[in-house]
């Protein structure tokens, strides 16, 4: 929203970026001028333990989980590429496109204060099923909300959806996780997670001048309802 209100009102975009570059360079400050100390690691490593790494990969309760969360993840890069794209597309304001992306963080924001509460009493398996079906049903209807009123529910519903996902995913990585290799998990995790936020935007930027934008969030929904029926059998998992 910020970015959106400077485009607009703060002399152009060579003016925000220098504002948001200002903005990054407040957490450096405070790095150097506080004591911040690491802590130091700790090999737990026993002798004869099966190798983790990419290896953790041909578990297939991790594979599931893992393809979850990078699912989850690839969509946050969707949604911050793709819905300003389409917000100009359609005449929108850069405020106007602003305000949509802090609607979407606003969605995801709302949703993690409900998700303790919902989280002690149902599985982690089935609220990512359905944040990720409720993903795939905003994207579907998305090419069709062609004003910004018409587009502000939509996009928060994507960011209910991404905002369930990422906390839910992680959960079912620490629940699935073998022994002694929770760390690795979570690395591994944040490895598809970096490697799905640089490698789709410029996917998508290819696709979006062959087939629209519009053909890119249909071919997402599709995916999304398609990870659903691939992960069904999940979908009746009970706390224990």
Same mark, same amino acid.
């Given at each position: 929203?910020?970015?959106?209100?400077?485009?607009?009102? $703060?002399?152009?975009? @060579?003016?925000?970026?220098?504002?948001?570059?200002?903005?990054?360079?407040?957490?450096?400050?405070?790095? %150097?001028?506080?004591?911040?100390?690491?802590?130091?690691? /700790?090999? #737990?490593?026993?002798?004869?333990? $099966?190798?983790?790494?990419?290896?953790?990969?041909?578990?297939?309760?991790? #594979?599931?989980?893992?393809? $979850? @969360?990078?699912?989850?993840?690839?969509?946050?890069?969707?949604?911050?590429?793709?819905?300003?794209?389409?917000?100009?597309?359609?005449?929108?304001?850069?405020?106007?496109?602003?305000?949509?992306?802090?609607? #979407? &963080?606003?969605? @995801?924001?709302?949703?993690? #204060?409900?998700?303790?509460?919902?989280?002690?009493? *149902?599985?982690?398996?089935?609220?990512?099923?359905?944040?990720?079906?409720? %993903?795939?049903?905003?994207?579907?209807?998305?090419?069709? &909300?062609?004003?910004?009123?018409?587009?502000?529910?939509?996009?928060?519903?994507?960011?209910?959806? *991404?905002?369930?996902?990422?906390?839910?995913?992680?959960?079912?990585?620490?629940?699935?996780?073998?022994?002694?290799?929770?760390?690795? *998990?979570?690395?591994?995790?944040?490895?598809? $997670?970096?490697? &799905?936020?640089?490698?789709?935007?410029?996917?998508?930027?290819?696709?979006?001048?062959?087939?629209? *934008?519009?053909?890119?969030?249909?071919? /997402?929904?599709?995916?999304?309802?398609?990870?659903?029926?691939?992960?069904?059998?999940?979908?009746?998992?009970?706390?224990?």
């Amino acid at each position: 929203m910020l970015a959106g209100v400077c485009i607009d009102h $703060a002399g152009g975009h @060579a003016n925000t970026f220098l504002i948001l570059g200002a903005i990054a360079g407040v957490p450096l400050a405070v790095f %150097l001028t506080t004591r911040v100390h690491f802590p130091l690691h /700790v090999s #737990l490593k026993k002798p004869g333990e $099966a190798p983790g790494g990419w290896g953790l990969l041909r578990e297939k309760q991790l #594979l599931h989980v893992y393809l $979850a @969360a990078t699912s989850n993840n690839a969509v946050w890069s969707i949604s911050s590429f793709m819905i300003p794209l389409y917000g100009v597309e359609i005449g929108l304001s850069a405020t106007a496109i602003g305000t949509l992306m802090g609607a #979407l &963080a606003l969605g @995801a924001v709302a949703i993690r #204060l409900c998700l303790p509460t919902l989280a002690r009493h *149902v599985h982690p398996w089935p609220i990512v099923l359905a944040a990720q079906f409720l %993903l795939g049903l905003s994207f579907t209807v998305m090419p069709f &909300a062609t004003s910004f009123a018409a587009l502000v529910p939509v996009v928060v519903f994507v960011g209910f959806g *991404v905002g369930v996902g990422g906390p839910m995913s992680t959960a079912l990585l620490y629940e699935v996780s073998p022994p002694g290799k929770t760390a690795e *998990v979570a690395g591994l995790r944040m490895t598809g $997670a970096n490697i &799905a936020q640089t490698a789709i935007p410029a996917g998508l930027g290819a696709l979006g001048a062959a087939l629209g *934008v519009s053909g890119i969030f249909w071919g /997402v929904a599709a995916l999304l309802f398609g990870e659903c029926w691939w992960n069904r059998d999940n979908r009746h998992a009970r706390k224990t």
